[in-house]
């Protein structure tokens, strides 16, 4: 299995690339010669883009120190809890003005409770 694979490596390390014409090379140094240098229009853009990170990037930083300088007094932050209020029984109608939590009520309970609603 070796001997197969030391002459494939052989014959590879054997082949070499064949030289440049010189038609090629001075095709090749004609056109880096031709290539346009950085212009006024692309500097300013550069140098925008540029401003327009560092900006960035120190807006984010003084943002981060509010963030932790307002952090570091507090000893623990309090907890948010989530409490519902307890679940009002309907009132007539003549009382107060429908709402849209004791349609949901009356439409939850069954459908006789809905025409008492819409009266």
Partial sequence: MTDPMKSLEAELASL??????????DAIVDELAERPTVRFA?????????????AACVIVGLVAWQIIANNSGVSASPSIVAV???????????????????????????SDAVPELLR
């Fill in 16 to 25: 070499r690339p064949t030289p440049l014409s010189p038609r090629v090379i």
């Fill in 42 to 54: 692309d500097r300013c853009l550069l140098a925008v883009m540029g401003a327009g990170s560092l």
């Fill in 84 to 110: 519902q209020s307890p679940v009002q029984s309907p009132l007539p109608p003549s009382a107060s003005p429908v709402t849209l939590r004791q349609y949901q009520q009356a439409l939850a309970r069954s």
